[in-house]
């Protein structure tokens, strides 16, 4: 049974940084996509990184282009993703998602992943 756990949030002024992490565990298939998702309240869900481990190539959601940085220690099989230059509309929580494959045009697509983390909550403050 997929199991993913995220951790790593909590509050921050704007400009300040956070690193969230996804400890993943139990896969019964090849997760080639992995990535993260956001949620604010009374919105959907939104795209907000993604990593496709066969070639390692990124994606990002337009409002965290250049902020946030999506990777993932294999070894330890942990997803990382660190958040910089935070503002008050990244306030949301965050989970982390894998599935088997998906084409690029999906991969920041969260109808499209199997297997969701519980999620964590980030605050920041103006």
């Known amino acids: 049974q997929v199991r993913l756990e995220e951790s790593g949030g909590g509050s921050v002024q704007a400009g300040g940084s956070l690193t969230l992490s996804c400890a993943m565990s139990?896969?019964?298939?090849?997760?080639?996509?992995m990535a993260w998702f956001r949620q604010s309240p009374g919105k959907a869900h939104e795209g907000v990184a993604a990593?496709?481990?066969?070639?390692?190539?990124?994606l990002y959601g337009d409002s965290v282009k250049g902020r946030f940085t999506i990777s993932r220690d294999e070894a330890k099989n942990i997803l990382y993703l660190q958040m910089n230059s935070l503002k008050p509309e990244d306030t949301a929580i965050y989970y982390c998602a894998t599935t088997p494959f998906l084409g690029a045009p999906m991969r920041l697509s969260p109808a499209r992943y199997n297997d969701w983390g519980q999620g964590t909550r980030v605050t920041v403050s103006s």
């Open positions: 990593l496709f481990t066969p070639d390692g190539s990124a």
């Open positions: 139990g896969f019964t298939y090849r997760p080639y996509c």
